[in-house]
T-cell receptor, first 114, second 112 residues
Framework: ETGVTQSPTHLIKTRGQQVTLRCSSQ?????VSWYQQALGQGPQFIFQ???????GRGNFPPRFSGLQFPNYSSELNVNALELDDSALYLC?????????????FGPGTRLLVL | EDQVTQSPEALRLQEGESSSLNCSYT??????LFWYRQDPGKGPEFLFT???AGEEKEKERLKATLTKKESFLHITAPKPEDSATYLC?????????????FGGGTRVLVKP
């Protein structure tokens, strides 16, 4: 059983550019959540996808968008990058069953915006 | 709005010196409380899920407990490899996308 994978591991962009981050969910999982983790802080929820539909969103502007594909992999797109977007971006997958469900995290993508 | 506060922010322990980490939470109903371990530059690693007050779970030197307002992560006789940031998160009914709301974490350093 493979775990959650993310690519790339590191990325450097300049302010105003656009970036796409990718995530492959754990085998058997149909739900993907994205989180942003600034240095020294806990992760903040961006949004979640369940069976290719957005299933909830945190307090992030519309320039943060996402997709989920039929194989349940996912992309996070960020347009018009700002310096404050520099962070570790985490993807987590889960089974999508009702009730409390454990989310399993990938290794993250470290984004630096200059 | 769901809130999670962890204390202390940082903890320095000698090898073998047991201690406890606190996670206080405010939610409108609790679906589950989660503990994760995070090593520097890596993603959080799942440790425990607690569902109701009075529940306890153990794994090696770690034991998590839950009350109606807080959770504790007890580290018994820690070793240097227990050094990490420990994150607590809550999931509430009706939360957008079954999101996890995290605390700021407790950075634990165990010195040999």
């Amino acid at each position: 059983e493979t775990g959650v994978t993310q690519s790339p591991t590191h990325l450097i962009k300049t302010r105003g550019q656009q970036v796409t981050l990718r995530c492959s969910s754990q085998s058997g999982h149909n739900t993907v959540s994205w989180y942003q983790q600034a240095l020294g802080q806990g992760p903040q929820f961006i949004f979640q996808y369940y069976r290719e539909e957005e299933n909830g969103r945190g307090n992030f502007p519309p320039r943060f968008s996402g997709l989920q594909f039929p194989n349940y992999s996912s992309e996070l797109n960020v347009n018009a990058l700002e310096l404050d977007d520099s962070a570790l971006y985490l993807c987590a997958s889960s089974t999508g069953t009702p009730g409390a469900e454990t989310q399993y995290f990938g290794p993250g993508t470290r984004l630096l915006v200059l | 709005e769901d809130q999670v506060t962890q204390s202390p922010e940082a903890l320095r322990l000698q090898e073998g010196e047991s201690s406890s980490l606190n996670c206080s939470y405010t939610v409108s109903g609790l679906r589950g409380l989660f503990w994760y371990r995070q090593d520097p530059g890596k993603g959080p690693e799942f440790l425990f899920t607690l569902y109701s007050a009075g529940e306890e779970k153990e794994k090696e030197r770690l034991k998590a407990t839950l009350t109606k307002k807080e959770s504790f992560l007890h580290i018994t006789a820690p070793k240097p490899e227990d050094s990490a940031t420990y994150l607590c998160a809550v999931q509430a009914p009706g939360a957008a996308g079954n999101k996890l709301t995290f605390g700021g974490g407790t950075r634990v350093l165990v010195k040999p």
